[in-house]
């Protein structure tokens, strides 16, 4: 079992439409969820990070954390083609060292 | 502007010859980070420091080098670049303090051996 999963995707969506984006991860002992967002030859851009059970918004971003099933979602509404691009889910995990480790993520195609 | 910087952004280079990435940043940050990363694949950590003069492997095993002697420095070195070294590389820094790992990467250095 992977330490992160996502779906790879591609998810599409309509422009206004809400994407939704989900991940799960193996540690228990995680703290830290962190969403990136890279673009095709891009660096990742760090968009969200949540640290406690529930919602946490951001502008059209929402990242909700459920520890006890150990998911992190995003949510983007009013979605825009600009939104398309591959998003990262990244958690922190203690082995030896504290350390991040991420999804292979999950591309996102909004169609105008 | 407090930001991390990466140089050359591009480098193609022959097999054999000695190659430096640098990175550098003025955000203050203790911990700073080498990740690879091949078109649409994951990231995978090469390298990590804790702070000046800490330096240690990653997860994913490397035939690269770092060093750590000043705090916003974190240069990665390949003494003998071969083609299977072609790839992104990025480099990242995070606060040192309690919980919060927030990473922020640089642009990346796409690097391809021929």
């Known amino acids: 079992q992977k330490e992160v999963e996502q779906n790879s995707g591609p998810l599409s969506v309509p422009e206004g439409a809400i994407a939704s984006l989900n991940c799960t991860y193996s540690?228990?002992?995680?703290?830290?969820f962190f969403w990136y967002r890279q673009y095709s030859g891009k660096s990742p851009e760090l968009i969200m990070s949540?640290?406690?059970?529930g919602d946490k918004e951001d502008g059209r971003f929402t990242a909700q954390l459920n520890k006890a099933s150990q998911y992190v979602s995003l949510l983007i509404r009013d979605s825009q083609p600009s939104d398309s691009a591959t998003y990262l889910c990244?958690?922190?995990?203690?082995?030896?060292?504290?350390?991040?480790?991420f999804g292979t993520g999950t591309r996102l195609l909004v169609s105008p | 502007e407090a930001d991390i910087y990466q140089t050359p952004r591009y480098l193609v280079i022959g097999t054999g010859k000695k190659i430096t990435l640098e990175c550098s940043q003025t955000?203050?940050?203790?911990?700073m980070y080498w990740y690879q990363q091949d078109p649409g694949m994951e990231l995978h950590l090469i390298h990590y420091?804790?702070?000046?003069?800490?330096?240690e492997k990653g997860d994913l095993s490397s035939e690269s080098t770092v060093s750590r002697i000043r705090t916003e420095h974190f240069p990665l070195t390949l003494e003998s670049a071969r083609p299977s070294h072609t790839s992104q590389y990025l480099c990242?820094?995070?606060?040192?303090?309690?919980?919060?790992?927030?990473?922020?990467f640089g642009p990346g250095t796409r690097l391809t051996v021929t």
């Open positions: 955000m203050g940050h203790d911990k």
């Open positions: 990244a958690v922190n995990i203690v082995s030896g060292f504290q350390k991040l480790v």
């Open positions: 540690d228990r002992g995680s703290q830290s």
């Open positions: 990242a820094s995070s606060d040192g303090g309690g919980q919060i790992y927030e990473q922020y």
């Open positions: 949540i640290y406690s059970n």
């Open positions: 420091s804790y702070g000046v003069n800490s330096t």
